[in-house]
C-alpha cells in the first residue's frame, strides 16, 4: 500500500482513503477495517476516524476512510507503528491495487462522505449556514459587553468564539444533516460503519 506520512500536512492533518475489496472480499475486508479502527482508539496519535463502506446492494466495492491526525508527527508515527503494520499484512489479500490517499485541507476536512469533495459552490453555502448564526449569536450577545474594547480586540473576541464554535458544533452537525445534498448520489453508495 502507498506510505501515506510520506505526503503529510504541516499542522492538523485529515486523509481521505479510498479502498477497493477484491472481488468477494468486501465483508473481510470491513471486518479487518473496523479492527483498525478499534484498535488505533488506543493510539493517542489519531484524533478521529470515519469508516464508510458500500450499500450492499450497490456493486461498489470501495471502502471511505477518513483519518485525523493533530500533526504530521502524529500521522507518521501511527503509519510506521507495529498496529498499522499489522493491518497492512491482514488485509494485503484483500485490497485490489494501491490505496488512493488525499489530503483534505481547511474547511474541507468537514465535507468528508465521498470520495471526492463536493463542489466548491455547495461547500461556500453551507459555510455560510454555519457562519451567519454563529457570528449573529455572539454578537449579539457579546457586542453590548465588549463596547469598552478596542474594536480588534472585540473582533478577535467575537471571532475566536464563532470558530469554536462551527469547529466542534455547528459544522459537523451541519455537513452530516446535508450529506446526501453535498455530495449526491455518491454518498447514497456509502453507509456509515458503525464503532463496535
Known amino acids: 500500500m502507498q506510505d501515506v506520512s510520506k505526503t503529510a500536512a504541516k499542522e492538523a492533518v485529515h486523509w481521505a482513503i479510498v479502498l477497493t475489496a477484491r472481488e468477494g472480499k468486501v465483508d473481510e475486508l470491513e471486518e479487518a477495517l473496523v479492527r483498525l479502527v478499534q484498535r488505533s482508539f488506543q493510539d493517542r496519535s489519531a484524533t478521529g476516524v470515519h469508516l464508510l463502506r458500500p450499500e450492499p446492494d450497490s456493486g461498489s466495492r470501495e471502502f471511505l476512510l477518513h483519518r485525523s491526525f493533530p500533526s504530521k508527527e502524529h500521522s507518521r508515527r501511527f503509519y510506521e507503528s507495529d498496529l498499522y503494520r499489522q493491518y497492512q ?25 465521498g470520495r471526492n469533495p463536493p ?20 454578537s449579539m450577545l457579546l457586542a453590548p459587553r465588549l463596547h469598552i474594547f478596542h474594536p480588534v480586540a472585540a473582533t478577535a473576541v467575537i471571532t475566536l468564539l464563532v470558530v469554536i464554535t462551527l469547529t466542534w458544533g455547528i459544522m459537523p452537525r451541519l455537513t452530516g444533516a446535508l450529506r446526501f445534498w453535498l455530495h449526491g448520489k455518491e454518498a447514497e453508495i456509502y453507509r456509515r460503519v458503525p464503532r463496535h
Do not use: C, N, S
Open 89 to 113: 499484512r491482514e488485509t494485503d489479500h484483500l485490497i485490489e491495487g494501491d490505496a488512493l490517499i488525499r489530503p483534505l485541507h481547511g474547511f474541507e476536512a468537514f465535507f468528508r462522505g
Open 119 to 138: 463542489p466548491r459552490w455547495k461547500m461556500a453555502i453551507v459555510t455560510w449556514l454555519g457562519v451567519f448564526p454563529a457570528v449573529l449569536l455572539w
